[in-house]
């Protein structure tokens, strides 16, 4: 009888036979190096500033907490009135969290999730950099990602030489199924998904389908169990979603037919949550 209170045997790196050819198994890298939430204070406070920035704060504190009950609408606290020193105060005590969103469009749109999900700063800037707007926004993610990444956004086949390419084989039935999702989409529908890691393609199939599809105004990175690069396309509602793991190889490769991917938006429950957060750190500073 084998004594269980030994480790098991012929489990493991070396205890299986070696391939008649020499070949090893080799597995690609899990992702690692999760980021989560961990409690900041400003370094310094000035006591001149923190009454200015206490307000802001339990703005932004209460627009999380009545979030889940007015439907999950977004609700905006402008910041362009308040003086550079409070700013930098909200800013330190925000962080940065994991989601960051660029609209390159005009005006530029650079937005930055805080530490608390849902909780997102967002800059409006002309060509010259310039600020035009400060706002914080509280919700799932910004409207105005939704309503600018499609603005113009047209679906347009390719034509028949690009599809008569040497190497082009699943890229026409792709884009087919694409037009086709793309057309018939409606807000709030559950999102339609090609996954290209598992579907069978060419390296010519996807060149054909980046430069059918082209590129929309807006980028969004995801970073928390390994990265996820989120790009708008140039076709309505379609959007480019790749997965990659903490050694920046890509694992997921896949193109989705929705409003905004899962993936980037913050749930109602981490907004609650982000209002006690809010809370709590107000308390400290206090």
């Known amino acids: ?37 961990e409690p900041r204070l400003p370094r310094r406070v000035d006591p001149a500033t923190l009454p200015l920035a206490l307000p ?26 308040a003086n550079p020193a409070v700013r930098a105060l909200i ?32 800059t409006r800037r002309d060509d010259a950099g310039r600020s035009l707007a400060d706002r914080v926004e509280i919700g799932a993610i910004p409207a105005v990602v939704k309503a600018r990444s499609f603005a113009g956004a047209r679906i347009v086949p390719p034509s028949a030489e690009a599809l008569a390419q040497p190497g082009v084989v699943n890229a026409p039935a792709i884009l087919t199924e694409l037009a086709d999702k793309a057309a018939g989409y409606r807000p709030g529908a559950t999102a339609h998904v090609v996954n290209l890691t598992l579907l069978p ?19 969004i990175l995801s970073r928390g169990y390994g990265n ?13 979603v790749r997965f990659y793991n903490s ?40």
């Open 1 to 37: 009888m084998r004594n269980m209170l030994l480790p098991p045997v012929g489990f493991g790196p070396g205890s299986q036979p070696d391939a008649d050819d020499g070949a090893e198994l080799a597995y690609v890298p899990m992702p690692s190096g999760m980021q989560v939430y």
């Open 201 to 219: 393609h060419t390296p010519e199939d996807l060149v054909l389908i980046e430069a059918t599809l082209g590129a929309g105004p807006t980028t």
């Open 247 to 286: 050694m920046d190889t890509l694992i997921l490769d896949t193109i989705e037919v929705i409003d905004i991917p899962v993936v980037a938006l913050a749930a109602a429950e981490d907004i609650a949550d982000s209002a006690e957060r809010i809370g709590e750190v107000m308390e400290a500073l206090a």
């Open 91 to 122: 800013d330190e005590t925000l962080g940065e969290g994991e989601v960051s969103i660029l609209v390159a469009d005009t005006p530029r749109i650079e937005i930055q999730e805080s530490v608390f999900a849902g909780v997102w700063r967002m």
């Open 56 to 81: 802001i704060l339990a703005s932004i504190r209460d627009a999380a907490l009545a979030h889940a009950g007015n439907g999950g609408a977004n609700a905006i606290i402008m910041l362009d009135d």
């Open 228 to 240: 996820c690069r989120i790009t708008a396309t140039g076709w309505p509602n379609v959007w480019w």
